[in-house]
């Protein structure tokens, strides 16, 4: 394509409405797969939840219709419908037909709110290949309707007749019905399991909140029903459900403060301790999660940190440690939620994942070191179980360090302070370099013979390996089957874990097509999530997908990765089962160099899976059910899905 020389105003484009939407959708939902598609749905439900933050709604229901239609209503006060004074439409188009337009500018209609941009469910109306929007006002109807963001009509009142949704005369509120637009997303098919984690989310951060979602998309109509009155508290006792805590009922903290300009900063948050060695902290500000943190985040760690440091000095196991308490000692087997809601809220970035207000973290740290002070005094025998998980933590962190400084000092002697078993590669730039931790040495063998040496390193792994979930760091970074990994990977672990650090662009997991295999990759990927959590957020660990079948005839050979690619092969042959030879790989040892390399290894052949971090609360318990050590959780979990996969083998 040729650049135009003549650059002028008439090569200057302007986008009017929701154009600049439709022309580069990302820059609104972050991606048009099936999570930008998710998105939409979050949006017009976050309007709701503004409403419910204001005192105004108390259920939402989201309904997944047949033919990739969505629905969302509300018992809010209802977008308003009459004419605005200078654009001279009703209210209810611009909402949803211009960008920026809303009631969340001026603090009036809303004290505190998630969707503060006032692109929400415009956003939603330009991607979508129609929309309908309905609101119930003072027994009336009035609708309007668009086609990809473009009003087809003015808003105009109906007759309650034939409506999409159940009708009542007393009925208040909005109904935002729409289909996506197939030509924009790679998908339209909704998850209802994916977007019933995150209402329960919301429903869990605004207690009393009622959020239903219902698919109706199967013969029997699917239903969950979400409503807290425990608010936070409710949210970690879900997060623990499948630990041991050391104390039945969580701190819980709530208040408000001032926020020196005229508001009010509300705050909310439950803490409660497991027997466990991972700390889980989840932060939100206005409902959105801070993935990042930030200063409300900071006030409130400040605060745990200083109150037990103070308590310890008070009691009995202040003579067995002889430093203060770290921040990661009082946080080691922690679970807590912490929720604010702040006027004007500053976020650091595009994705909103860091609070940036700095008036905040005093405000938070403050309030948190004061109620927690009342709490403990009132309840000493919680503090006295803290204060002990504490110092013992506290006391592994000093082993760890030890344990570290001998580790390096051993690496030191190294040449390279790499493992001997690692054929590392010549590339030195991380972002072109792959290491494959391959399951046993006859494949590591393989694995090295078929590699690129120029940017493909190879780890060969032996036997199984340590169950992290169930181990402090210390155990973690002596342990000899991992230590090889962490020294391969170069850039620590646990705390000290930096992802600028790491040597290799992809580490790919690359294990049999087995039981055995399966329990290695489980085991991996719970050392990594726990122990190196960005590798995974930041989209580093990937696994590999060696072919289960090698079939061959008229000295043609073809790989089948799963049993329905194997039988479609089959079918295209035309040969008699006789003159077709079909080899079911038992392990990757049983491929040589050159196949393993073709099928399994070669950037331009092989399949490999990214793993992503999408639902870091599901992660969360997902990984406590499968590695922890209460047995019932995971044999219920097996149970369930064993019977789901023999329904879809059916």
Known sequence: MSIDNNYSAQNITVLKGLEAVRKRPGMYIGTTGIDGLHHLVFEVVDNSVDEAMQGFCTNILVVLEGNDIVRVEDNGRGIPVDIHPTEHVSALELVMTRLHAGGKFDKKSYKVSGGLHGVGVSVVNALSEWCEAYVHLDGKVHTQRYKAGISEGPAKEIEPKGLPYSYSPSRQGTVIRWKADSSIFETTTHNFDALSNRLRELAFLNKGLKITIRDERLSMPKVHDFMFEGGVKSF??????????????????????????????????????????????????????????????????????????????????????????????????????????????????????????????????????????????????????????????????????????????????????????????SEKDPSRCELFIVEGDSAGGSAKGGRDRRYQAILPLWGKMLNVEKQRIEKVITNEKLQPIIASIGAGCGNEFDVSKIRYNKVIIMADADVDGSHIRTLLLTFFYRYMTPLIEQGHVYIAMPPLYKVSYDRKTFYAYDDAEKDRILSESGKDTEKVSVQRYKGLGEMNPDQLCDTTMDPNKRNIIQVHLDDTVEAERIFTTLMGEVVQPRKAFIEENALLVQNLDV
């Open 236 to 425: 970690v006792e879900y997060l623990n459900e499948n630990k041991t805590v050391l104390y039945k009922e969580p701190v819980y903290i709530e208040g408000s403060r001032e926020d020196g300009a005229g508001g009010n900063i509300e705050i909310e948050c439950a803490i409660q301790y497991n027997d466990g060695f991972n700390e889980i902290m989840f932060s939100f500000v206005n409902d959105i999660n801070t993935r990042e943190g930030g200063t409300h985040l900071v006030g409130f760690k400040s605060a745990l940190t200083r109150t037990l440091n103070d308590f310890l000095k008070k009691s009995k196991h202040s003579k067995k440690l002889e430093e203060s308490l770290s921040g990661d000692d009082v946080r080691e087997g922690l679970t807590a939620v912490l929720s604010v809601k702040v006027p004007n809220p500053q976020f650091e970035g595009q994705t909103k994942g860091k609070l940036g207000n700095s008036e905040v973290k005093g405000i938070i740290e403050s309030f948190a070191s004061e109620q927690l002070e009342l709490f403990f005094d009132k309840y000493p025998d919680v503090i006295g179980n803290i204060l002990e998980k504490s110092v013992l933590a506290a006391k592994a962190r000093i082993a760890a360090r030890q344990a570290r400084d001998a580790t390096r000092r051993k690496n030191a002697m190294d040449s390279a302070g790499l493992p001997g078993k690692l054929a590392d590669c």
